[in-house]
């Protein structure tokens, strides 16, 4: 299973970057890390050249809403293969946010799923959980 | 007019800018209160300086933000830039700005200071008339810099390598230099007109397993560059380790060390600083628990024995910490500073001598590089990875060194990679690493940056 | 049966006391879980333990603050006694107890173990299986010390000096000792049938002001005359005096010393241990300002080495702090030293030797006086005020000897009273303290004591 | 003026006690400091005694409520010739309390004045100010 990940937007937080990309490997993902200060259509770009069935875009400097809120224009005028999903995470807001507002928001943008302030290995499982189902589909 | 002015004149001059009157500035500056100088309360206080961090996108909320930190008792005050201002890209942080406005929803990190101006921000600062460090992470920092001293904010952070290495992809790094070299020249030159400007260097780097001998070598250079153009009062920086004795060791080590270059390279009539960041790496989700880790960290810098800390907040995982609990985190620490008595000096000679070796060996290979002037030597250093950061996200930094904790928390290289240090001292540094039977180190390095949670 | 059996019967027996069964109770701390001896941890843990403050009138309230305490990451469970029955007022207390369980409002500041009785109060600290310790500062505390260990409370704070002086006015000191004298014994014999009673000493005294030397002088000597009995497991404690240094000085004079008597008095078989109190002075109204008082006391608590701390709450100027904000302090206290690596060893052999000359000054003139045996030695020494505590009290107390601070918090001897310290001593301690110009030795004193605030 | 003062009940605390006394002295009062551990009749009886204008009476330890329930009734046993002030402050509850509800509840029990967690010079500024009052009228 391929991914793509990286860090949105001119954000240059890397540490979770490096741990994001040693536990997708050691999950077996075969790992496109784009690193911080990526922008939208970088991602976008790399999962039409790598035909990844996951994006997994990490934002820690809370400033994700201002670099996400397009995602749904821009897909749109992409055609993936793969149907990949759109997974978000990190620290999406600015100052301390009510993560029920967080979530909807950020689906609404076009995210499948999304991970405010929360554990990244448990996170992960579900991610992969998600993905199992959708190729049982 | 001089090159340099002509310079100036350039870079002061675009579309986000409103007319820069430099006579109306410099008479601005030359009569400023001693007050807003940073550089006259370390003459004159002899209590450790309070400096929280913050910024916000508009004027009106830094301006509360403010009058919340003076009601807790804050020494010197912050002004944060957002991370779009930081990657000169005034459009977005216009636009950010615009929304800010419109919605009261904050949607930049910090304050925009181009898109508001100098008039409209020196108003706040004089003010509130209390010295004011700028904070940013900007390796192009030249407008930001003549907009804020312009301002009346007379303190500079940053430097070519601390504000590129961490905070920056692919800036180019001989640029850093050169653009540096026009912030020191200007701090130097406002320095000739009232109290001097301090600069003060970013120590903390990316705040994730930085071994100390790195932290110095950066800290000696970027002092050395500024001191180099003229800059005469200058803080030298770095940020909680985790261990206690490694803060001791490395501040004795490193003040040492920067009088003894200072002296050595001519500018022995500079001021030096000693700054301490409380814990910059990932904090506890429990808000409690960020209390004890603050106040702890504040024992530790009256240990070290700083002239300024910077302060956090109980805020610190969850996101921009409210103006209450900035507030709130100085005046915790006012409290500790004032009860705190009876601190013993300590040393650790061992661990001293060992650390100044190695940063003397990673200086002299420094200055033995064949290059003409000091800040291509470092270019030329860091290229060959003679200096590199763990966890920069830079393309430049080589990411060959692998640091990880000893059992008494002190941050170890595990892997040198380019630095030239000697094998005696790294096999010293190797040999205190335990790394338990069936672990990875991998797994022993997510352990040792999580060692506040 | 032998006469201090016979005593141990009449003790026991009385209108509060139902049916005390010896042989049953000598069953069950054979067969007692380990895990209830506080020794027993003293000699396996590697962590300093903490243990709370905290009692309430009824068994319910009592239970519920267990259950918080171990969720908070608790080692070790305070009991604290009500003042009632610490002046053997069981009438009173059981009428304040009975209107406590009616209106569900706290009518005592303790629990009055004597009216709930041993075979109640060991159903908890069975179901709890935790070390216990028993807080009082009870004079007379024979029949709450049966009742204490029946439950299975296997640490017993106090002695005779250490909880008469600061906690009575008139209780006869000659009684105290012998009162005491059959505490000790009773742990002495109780201590061989499992693991070994640990008896602490309370070295905070009245908490005010307190020369690191008298405190010194009383814990050696409450530790003699509690090995002397034949108990094998002693803390000495202190409380923290407003100066780290000063901590660290009496930390280390007071544990050389102990060790030193111990081993020539015949005891080099007991086992010595140190116990930190968190300040025990006045705190702050301020409960942010509380929660960094007792970290940075966590910090020194872990320069100072001690083997276990007593910890304070956010709301100790208020009054009796809630269950959760007592739970509160021992989660942040264990964060604090969880985190806290890289400890320096400080030392600070000039003061030290000072406080050691003084110390031994004293004990001599102690065991110089004419009796026979140490605790009349003792008694005369208190009662022709070789030896006596500043602010208590008590009427045997002999008020002469003044303390105040000097500049860097260490606290003074500034009248040294009949304390038999030499004239070179006395001056050096006294040429310490600086009073302002303008200002008494009252103004001094009021500031001194409210140094927290 | 003369003043009684001291600590009601099973009660050591005796640093404010110390404190107080030096206070009052100069403030110009003739003090009978009984100290601490003093119960409601000790205070009753010194008042006869001396004739004082004023009874200071402080409580640290939560348990003054216990200790001063009775006093209405203890002072209608005695004959005071000179009117003297009820006072008492300190420390007037075991843990938190709402001072809007210790205050009446003090009054009625007999009090004139009290004082719960206030400040001690302040305080005693309100106290002469009110016997000064009582004087003239
Ligand atoms: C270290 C640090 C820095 C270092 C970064 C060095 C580097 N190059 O990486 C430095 C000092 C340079 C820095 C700079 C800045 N920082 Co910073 N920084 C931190 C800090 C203290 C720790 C971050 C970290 O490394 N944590 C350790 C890693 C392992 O954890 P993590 O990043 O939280 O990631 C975990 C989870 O979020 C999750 N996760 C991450 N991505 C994803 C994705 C998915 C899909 C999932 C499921 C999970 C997931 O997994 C990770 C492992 O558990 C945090 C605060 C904190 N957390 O305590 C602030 C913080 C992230 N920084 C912040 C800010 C604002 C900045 C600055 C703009 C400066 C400023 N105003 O202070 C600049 C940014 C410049 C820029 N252009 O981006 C803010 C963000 C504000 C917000 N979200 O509201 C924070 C929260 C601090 C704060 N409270 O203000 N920072
Ligand atoms: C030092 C101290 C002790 C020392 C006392 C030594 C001694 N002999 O004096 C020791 C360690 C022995 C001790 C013992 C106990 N203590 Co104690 N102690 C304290 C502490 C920490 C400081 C008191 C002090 O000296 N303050 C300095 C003086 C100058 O201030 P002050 O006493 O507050 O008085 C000021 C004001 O109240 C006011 N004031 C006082 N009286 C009056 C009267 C009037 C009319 C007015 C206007 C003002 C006024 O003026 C003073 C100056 O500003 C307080 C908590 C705190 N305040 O931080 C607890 C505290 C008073 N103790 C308390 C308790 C319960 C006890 C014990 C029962 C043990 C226990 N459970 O912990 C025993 C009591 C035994 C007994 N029989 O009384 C509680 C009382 C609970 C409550 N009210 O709800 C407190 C509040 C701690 C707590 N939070 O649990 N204690």
Request: hydrophobic share 40%; proline share 4%.
């Amino acid at each position: 299973m391929r991914v793509v990940t990286g860090v949105v937007g001119n954000d240059v937080h890397v540490v979770a970057n490096r741990l994001i990309e040693i536990s997708l490997k050691e999950r077996g993902f075969d790992v496109y890390n784009l690193g911080v200060n990526t922008y939208l259509e970088e991602f976008l770009d790399a999962l039409i050249e790598t035909d990844a069935e996951l994006l997994l875009i990490s934002s820690l400097n809370g400033e994700a809403e201002g670099w996400c809120r397009n995602l749904k224009a821009l897909k749109s005028k992409y055609n993936f293969r793969s149907n990949p999903l759109f997974v978000i995470g990190g620290n999406l807001g600015v100052g301390e946010m009510d993560p029920d507002a967080l979530i909807p928001k950020f689906k609404a943008y076009g995210f499948d799923l999304v991970y405010h302030q929360k554990d990244l290995n448990e996170s992960l499982d579900e991610v992969e959980e998600v993905l199992k189902q959708r190729i049982e589909v | 007019m001089s090159i340099f002015q002509r310079e100036r004149e350039i870079i002061t001059r675009n579309e986000f800018v409103d007319n820069f009157d430099f006579i109306e500035i410099e008479e601005f500056i030359k009569s400023a209160d001693k007050n807003l100088f940073i550089s006259h309360h370390f003459k004159y206080s002899n209590k450790m300086l309070v400096q929280p961090r913050g910024g916000f996108p508009t004027y009106e909320k830094v301006f509360k933000l403010y009058e919340e930190f003076l009601q807790a008792g804050v020494d010197v005050l912050p002004l944060t830039i957002d991370s779009n201002t930081r990657l000169n890209d005034y459009a977005t942080a216009g636009k950010m700005l615009a929304l800010s406005e419109e919605d009261d929803v904050d949607m930049l990190n910090g304050y925009p200071l181009i898109n508001h101006g100098y008039r409209t921000t020196r108003k706040m600062m004089t003010h509130f008339n209390k010295p004011v460090s700028l904070r940013h992470g900007t390796p192009d920092a030249r407008l930001l810099v003549e907009m804020a001293l312009a301002s009346g904010i007379f303190e500079i952070e940053g430097g070519p390598i601390t504000y590129l290495l961490p905070y920056s992809k692919n800036f180019p790094l001989d640029k850093a230099f050169l653009y540096w070299k026009y912030v020191e020249k200007l701090c130097a030159l406002y320095s000739t007109y009232n109290e001097p400007i301090n600069r003060e260097s970013f120590g903390p780097l990316s705040a994730t397993l930085q071994p100390p001998v790195i932290v110095i070598v950066i800290q000696l250079i970027e002092m050395l560059l500024s001191l180099e153009e003229g800059v005469k009062s200058f803080s030298v920086s770095f940020s909680q380790s985790g261990s206690m004795i490694q803060d001791i060791v490395t501040a004795n080590v490193l003040m040492k060390m920067a009088h003894r270059y200072a002296t050595e390279f001519g500018y022995g009539d500079a001021d030096i600083h000693l700054v301490y960041h409380q814990w910059m790496g990932a904090f506890p989700y429990n808000k409690e628990y960020s209390d004890a880790l603050i106040t702890a960290s504040t024992v530790i810098a009256s240990m070290v024995k700083a002239d300024k800390i910077i302060t956090k907040t109980r805020n610190e995982a969850f996101g921009i910490p409210t103006k209450e609990a900035n507030a709130r985190a100085v005046a915790s620490v006012q409290y500790t500073l004032k009860t705190l008595k009876g601190l013993p000096v300590v040393k650790d000679e061992e661990e001293e001598e060992h650390l100044e070796t190695m940063v003397k060996d990673i200086m002299e290979a420094v200055f033995n590089d064949s290059a003409d002037t000091l800040w291509r030597k470092v270019f030329n250093s860091i290229k060959n990875g003679i200096i590199e950061i763990p966890f920069s996200p830079h393309i430049i930094n080589a990411n060959e060194v692998i640091t990880a904790r000893d059992p008494d928390g002190n941050i170890r290289i595990y892997e040198r990679g380019k630095l030239p240090i000697s094998d005696r001292c790294f096999e010293y540094e190797k040999s205190q690493i335990k790394i338990e039977k069936g672990s990875s180190v991998v797994e022993k390095i997510i352990k040792d940056i999580g060692i506040m949670l």
